[in-house]
């Protein structure tokens, strides 16, 4: 059985869980979500969720570094241009296609998808390609409960997602800095690793736009983008699938893009990151191997050459 990853940070790092909560209800009270609510669509019944096994104990971020602070290319390249455009997204109604070798290959509403599955509150760790990183609380589900009900066959050894693609309401989607529209997969076994989830909010709050609404990928041991956002499209496929990414320069993003402080981006370090929130003059924190979810994971890669699959 999967073990909770444990946090190596020192105690001073720890929110205690009722800190946690009552930051949440502080938040939701006093109106910290207005910044993202003009980005996140009209006004939606917080969700219901539990709690998860898989949690870290870290300090999460706070819900303006996460909304304020995130790459989301079809908006723009700066870190702030999701916040300033993703309003233009629409997000309702949403439906999601499942195809390719599936027993029931479909379209489902975004309800449809989602109906009966348990929301969970999952407080991963993310880190970006770039070496900085946050600690998200998620709200999502197992992505192995949607493949499981579509009936995956046999033959299918991959997993592929693509993102919604409206370059009238994602101004970045006309330009060329990428292919679009965004593409992403993973491996069979990644996919149904119980750490591999969807995502349909944050904090207890439906999914910022900014962020992904209203239904995103959370791998927490591989790099950010590997997490494609605002996801339109699954498909069970038998070869590996091409990825935005590794498209675009594939001599700096390999297909697994696991967090692996060993092996260097051609451009920078990946032995640290900096912790998005910390301050100025904050130290920078040592990368952990898988993101610090080698219990759950390390296992999938037995065998492989990790710098020559990154």
Same mark, same amino acid.
């Given at each position: 059985?999967?073990?909770?990853?444990?946090?190596?940070?020192?105690?001073?790092?720890?929110?205690?869980?009722?800190?946690?909560?009552? =930051?949440?209800?502080?938040?939701? @009270?006093?109106?910290? !979500?207005?910044?993202?609510?003009?980005?996140?669509?009209?006004?939606?019944?917080?969700? #219901?969720?539990?709690?998860?096994? &898989?949690?870290?104990?870290?300090?999460?971020?706070?819900?303006?570094?996460?909304?304020?602070?995130?790459?989301?290319?079809?908006?723009?390249?700066? $870190?702030?241009?999701?916040?300033?455009?993703?309003?233009?997204?629409? #997000?309702?109604?949403?439906?999601?296609?499942?195809?390719?070798?599936?027993?029931?290959? @479909?379209?489902?509403? !975004?309800?449809?998808?989602?109906?009966?599955? #348990?929301?969970?509150? =999952?407080? &991963?760790?993310?880190?970006?390609?770039?070496?900085?990183?946050?600690?998200?609380?998620?709200? *999502? +589900?197992?992505?192995? $409960?949607?493949?499981?009900?579509?009936?995956?066959?046999?033959?299918?050894?991959?997993?592929?997602?693509? #993102?919604? &693609?409206?370059?009238?309401?994602?101004?970045?989607?006309?330009?060329?800095?990428?292919?679009?529209?965004?593409?992403? @997969?993973?491996?069979m076994d990644e996919a149904m690793n119980p750490l591999t989830i969807l995502a349909t909010g944050i904090y207890g709050e439906p999914m910022p736009k900014q962020d992904g609404a209203p239904i995103r990928l959370v791998v927490p041991w591989k790099y950010g983008f590997k997490s494609i956002k605002s996801i339109v499209k699954i498909t069970a496929v038998a070869d590996q699938p091409p990825t935005t990414?590794?498209?675009?320069?594939?001599?700096? &993003?390999? +297909?697994?893009?696991?967090?692996?402080?060993?092996?260097?981006?051609?451009?920078?370090?990946?032995?640290?990151?900096? =912790?998005? *929130?910390?301050?100025? +003059?904050?130290?920078?924190?040592?990368? !952990?191997?898988?993101?610090?979810?080698?219990?759950?994971?390390?296992?999938?890669? $037995?065998?492989?050459? !990790? =710098?020559?699959?990154?």
């Amino acid at each position: 059985m999967a073990r909770m990853y444990r946090s190596r940070l020192t105690e001073a790092d720890v929110t205690p869980r009722e800190i946690w909560m009552n =930051r949440r209800q502080l938040l939701a @009270g006093a109106g910290a !979500l207005a910044a993202a609510g003009a980005a996140a669509g009209p006004a939606a019944a917080k969700l #219901t969720t539990v709690e998860s096994k &898989y949690s870290t104990m870290e300090k999460s971020n706070s819900l303006h570094d996460i909304t304020h602070y995130n790459n989301f290319y079809e908006f723009g390249l700066a $870190k702030t241009d999701p916040a300033r455009y993703a309003d233009k997204l629409t #997000t309702s109604p949403w439906s999601v296609e499942i195809g390719g070798l599936v027993d029931k290959p @479909g379209t489902y509403s !975004l309800d449809d998808l989602m109906k009966g599955i #348990t929301l969970e509150s =999952r407080i &991963y760790r993310f880190r970006c390609v770039e070496a900085w990183s946050m600690v998200i609380p998620w709200d *999502g +589900f197992p992505l192995s $409960k949607v493949l499981d009900r579509a009936g995956v066959q046999p033959s299918a050894k991959y997993i592929a997602f693509q #993102t919604v &693609y409206r370059p009238s309401e994602m101004p970045g989607q006309k330009t060329s800095i990428l292919e679009w529209p965004y593409v992403e @997969g993973l491996r069979m076994d990644e996919a149904m690793n119980p750490l591999t989830i969807l995502a349909t909010g944050i904090y207890g709050e439906p999914m910022p736009k900014q962020d992904g609404a209203p239904i995103r990928l959370v791998v927490p041991w591989k790099y950010g983008f590997k997490s494609i956002k605002s996801i339109v499209k699954i498909t069970a496929v038998a070869d590996q699938p091409p990825t935005t990414w590794n498209r675009a320069a594939p001599n700096e &993003y390999g +297909f697994y893009s696991n967090v692996n402080p060993h092996v260097d981006h051609p451009r920078w370090s990946q032995a640290t990151e900096r =912790r998005i *929130g910390g301050g100025l +003059f904050s130290p920078r924190i040592k990368t !952990l191997m898988f993101n610090g979810y080698g219990d759950e994971v390390a296992a999938m890669y $037995k065998g492989m050459d !990790l =710098r020559k699959d990154f």
